[in-house]
């Protein structure tokens, strides 16, 4: 059972523009939901998260919107930039029960100069 | 500061053979997190430590796999008679606790086995 519904698999933007990453999950228990950024060879890196008691949160350039109801959140990057190509994975977990992350399964970002 | 290392950064290994991946958390970090990245699977969690506490080891996919913590720092995952679709880059990561939300990831180990 995919716990974690990630799309698109992959997502071509103009420099400038906004990208948007979408995610559905249906263990209703999730209480944490971490965006990651990663570049070939490399690990995971923390961009994002929020927690299901807000519906935005906002960093910089990086947004999540969370809608609880439809137990979706999304991830949207404005004034996209060629140094943002990467694979982005939406995640989700319990924090009481070892934070144990369920990942998507991964967006491919490539942003156009 | 230095973050989570892991090594070897590849590792190439013939069906059958046991294998050991190592991770170096970030000093002080309580929580110990192991997961797997391949093309079929994802990103799907392993096994957790937390301090000396008993690990969680439910998302292990066989017995062929284990873990374990020295001292509450490095740890060593262990993959017994390896099979092919064991082939894929193994993540560790470490974090203050597990009520410490972000988890922080080392590079992989990136095994191969033929």
């Known amino acids: 059972q995919q716990q974690v519904k990630q799309s698109p698999q992959s997502l071509i933007v103009q420099k400038g523009g906004i990208s948007i990453i979408n995610c559905a999950y249906e263990?209703?228990?999730?209480?944490?939901f971490p965006w990651y950024q990663q570049f070939p060879g490399k690990g995971p890196a923390l961009l994002i998260a929020?927690?299901?008691?807000?519906s935005e949160k906002k960093e910089g350039r990086f947004t999540i919107s969370f809608n609880k109801s439809a137990k979706q959140f999304s991830l949207h990057i404005m004034d996209s930039q060629p140094g943002d190509s990467a694979t982005y994975f939406c995640?989700?977990?319990?924090?009481?029960?070892?934070?144990?992350?369920?990942f998507g399964a991964g967006t491919i970002l490539r942003v156009k100069s | 500061g230095a973050g989570v290392s892991q090594s070897p950064s590849n590792k190439v290994t013939e069906k059958g053979k046991d294998v050991e991946l190592r991770c170096d958390p970030i000093?002080?970090?309580?929580?110990l997190y192991w997961y797997r990245q391949s093309l079929g699977q994802g990103l799907e969690f392993l096994i957790y430590?937390?301090?000396?506490?008993?690990?969680?080891k439910s998302g292990l996919p066989s017995d062929r796999f284990s873990a374990e913590r020295t001292g509450g720092s490095v740890s060593t995952l262990t993959i017994q008679r390896t099979q092919q679709e064991d082939s894929a880059v193994y993540l560790c990561?470490?974090?203050?606790?597990?009520?410490?939300?972000?988890?922080?990831f080392g590079p992989g180990t990136r095994l191969t086995v033929l």
């Open positions: 990561a470490s974090s203050l606790g597990i009520m410490y939300n972000e988890q922080f």
């Open positions: 263990n209703t228990a999730f209480d944490y």
């Open positions: 929020i927690r299901p008691d807000v």
């Open positions: 995640a989700a977990s319990i924090l009481e029960y070892g934070n144990k992350l369920v």
């Open positions: 000093s002080g970090h309580t929580a």
């Open positions: 430590f937390q301090g000396n506490s008993a690990p969680d």
